[in-house]
């Protein structure tokens, strides 16, 4: 029962949230049937868009398993934007300090140089947790403006290319140090790392002892500790683990489409990615067709705008929309699970009897 609990909420979510959108796009004077049609064009009907829908998808990919990492712990974590920006910066740096080096040593260290500072700043939200008491949600979020002031500051002053006139960036890392494309697709390698994160993450959390220890501890504190499990490590480490993917994808997103650290980096993968792992009920990999799915939304915004004349951010209310009916479907857990006792009760049934029948 538990098993389709965790199906039947994310998908009644999604229903409910596709039908609150289809009355907003109706008082923009459009039909919401095409326009249903129209998202699924642009973000799955032609090669193209399929394309379009996995590059938007792969920073989602990693962002998600910064909260979806440390929820296993009954943590929220929604610092995946802080950790995304600082990854980038740190990225560059690396790449502009070993800019002598084979593209190869530059390419990785970038990645490692983005990883620890993802992973560093999630880490500090973690710390504060466990050492000082404080809420990791509030003090993620508020580290995600610190981190975004820290980037702009340095983009901005002392990083910043003096040919960048109209837009400030840091200098370029050079296209020897760009990630290329998977063979035979127009798709950046940062998919692959998406991939691979998150089937880590699966392997880590449910195929271990430590990510049955993570388990643990979000299922029942007390038992935890009676167990002598090192709470204060668990959690402080799978806080790294969630920040260093998010970190990661900042530095895919300096490597493989930018080319260097400026303002369009900011654009909310981390807070979307808060809501991927929220409708993924953080499974790390119900994460991945997931962030399909959003990344598909994304792209298909462009699409909407052309065919339906709705605004390019409509894709954005549909997020808004599911990301308030998910947290209200949260109410709903755990009560298909009590309805069945209740029935057995009233019946005079025994669960087992209605098994065996």
Same mark, same amino acid.
């Given at each position: 029962?538990?098993?389709?609990e965790?199906?039947?909420?994310?998908?009644?979510?999604?229903?409910?949230?596709?039908?609150?959108?289809?009355?907003?796009?109706?008082?923009?004077?459009?039909?919401?049937?095409?326009?249903?049609?129209?998202?699924?064009?642009?973000?799955?009907?032609?090669?193209?868009?399929?394309?379009?829908?996995?590059?938007?998808?792969?920073?989602?990919?990693?962002?998600?398993?910064?909260?979806?990492?440390?929820?296993?712990?009954?943590?929220v974590?929604?610092?995946?934007e802080?950790?995304?920006?600082?990854g980038?910066?740190?990225?560059?740096?690396a790449?502009?300090?070993?800019?002598?080096?084979?593209?190869?040593?530059?390419?990785?260290?970038?990645?490692?140089?983005?990883?620890?500072?993802?992973?560093?700043?999630?880490?500090?939200? %973690?710390?504060?947790?466990?050492?000082? %008491?404080?809420?990791?949600?509030?003090?993620?979020?508020?580290?995600n403006?610190?981190?975004?002031?820290?980037?702009?500051?340095?983009?901005?002053?002392?990083?910043?290319?003096?040919?960048?006139?109209?837009?400030?960036?840091?200098?370029?890392?050079?296209?020897?140090?760009?990630?290329?494309?998977?063979?035979?697709?127009?798709?950046?390698?940062?998919?692959?790392?998406?991939?691979?994160?998150?089937?880590?993450?699966?392997?880590?959390?449910?195929?271990?002892?430590?990510?049955?220890?993570?388990?643990?501890?979000?299922?029942?504190v007390?038992?935890?500790?009676?167990?002598?499990?090192?709470?204060?490590?668990?959690?402080?480490?799978?806080?790294?683990?969630?920040?260093?993917?998010? %970190?990661?994808?900042?530095?895919a997103?300096?490597?493989?489409?930018?080319?260097?650290?400026?303002?369009?980096?900011i654009?909310?993968?981390?807070?979307?990615?808060?809501?991927?792992?929220?409708?993924?009920?953080?499974h790390?990999?119900?994460v991945?067709?997931?962030?399909?799915?959003?990344?598909?939304?994304?792209?298909?915004?462009?699409?909407?705008?052309?065919?339906?004349?709705?605004?390019?951010?409509?894709?954005?209310?549909?997020?808004?929309?599911?990301?308030?009916?998910?947290?209200?479907?949260?109410?709903?857990?755990g009560?298909?699970?009590?309805?069945?006792?209740?029935?057995?009760?009233?019946?005079?049934?025994?669960?087992?009897?209605?098994?065996?029948?």
């Amino acid at each position: 029962m538990a098993g389709i609990e965790s199906l039947l909420l994310p998908l009644g979510a999604f229903t409910v949230s596709l039908a609150l959108f289809g009355v907003f796009v109706t008082l923009e004077g459009a039909n919401p049937i095409d326009v249903y049609y129209q998202m699924y064009r642009g973000a799955f009907g032609t090669w193209f868009s399929l394309q379009n829908t996995a590059l938007r998808a792969a920073p989602l990919m990693l962002t998600a398993l910064c909260t979806a990492l440390p929820a296993h712990l009954g943590l929220v974590v929604i610092g995946g934007e802080g950790a995304l920006v600082l990854g980038a910066l740190a990225s560059v740096v690396a790449a502009h300090a070993l800019a002598s080096f084979n593209s190869w040593v530059v390419v990785s260290s970038m990645a490692m140089a983005g990883a620890a500072m993802g992973g560093i700043w999630i880490g500090l939200a %973690g710390a504060l947790r466990t050492l000082r %008491g404080v809420n990791e949600t509030i003090s993620s979020l508020l580290l995600n403006y610190i981190a975004i002031g820290i980037f702009k500051h340095v983009v901005e002053g002392p990083m910043r290319d003096p040919a960048s006139l109209n837009k400030p960036s840091t200098r370029p890392i050079g296209d020897a140090n760009m990630l290329g494309s998977i063979p035979g697709m127009d798709v950046h390698w940062g998919l692959v790392y998406g991939l691979c994160a998150c089937a880590l993450a699966y392997v880590l959390m449910r195929r271990t002892v430590f990510g049955f220890s993570a388990r643990m501890i979000g299922g029942n504190v007390r038992a935890a500790r009676l167990s002598g499990l090192r709470m204060h490590r668990l959690v402080i480490v799978t806080c790294v683990l969630g920040g260093a993917a998010a %970190g990661l994808a900042g530095m895919a997103e300096v490597a493989a489409v930018h080319g260097t650290a400026n303002a369009s980096i900011i654009v909310g993968d981390g807070y979307a990615g808060i809501l991927v792992a929220f409708l993924a009920r953080q499974h790390p990999l119900a994460v991945i067709p997931v962030s399909l799915l959003l990344g598909g939304i994304g792209a298909s915004g462009g699409l909407l705008q052309r065919s339906a004349h709705l605004p390019d951010a409509a894709v954005h209310v549909l997020q808004g929309i599911l990301f308030i009916v998910i947290l209200a479907s949260e109410t709903l857990r755990g009560r298909l699970i009590e309805r069945a006792p209740r029935a057995e009760r009233a019946s005079g049934v025994p669960e087992a009897s209605l098994k065996a029948t």
